[in-house]
């Protein structure tokens, strides 16, 4: 009983694996960016890693600006 339930939380955790890996993956190859799409500053290692093409300045314009359109 046991057994079977080690075994599919295996699964599912070597799924989950794959999964982020494939993410990580695409997300370098199409959005990570050294420097802001927008205004060409450099991006910090961090955001870098979560995907962002915008510095945090023009991340927060966006966002300010995503904001005003929803009204
Ligand atoms: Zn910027």
Redesign the pocket.
């Known amino acids: 009983m046991c057994d079977e339930i080690d075994t599919s939380v295996e699964i599912q955790a070597a799924q989950l694996d794959d999964a982020i890996a494939a993410h990580q993956r695409a997300v370098s190859a199409s959005q990570a960016s050294e420097f802001?799409?927008?205004?060409?500053?450099p991006?910090s290692p961090l955001r870098q890693r979560l995907g962002a093409h915008?510095?945090?300045?023009?991340?927060h314009?966006f966002e300010a600006a995503d904001r005003l359109y929803r009204r």
């Open positions: 802001c799409t927008e205004c060409g500053e991006i915008l510095c945090i300045d023009c991340q314009e």
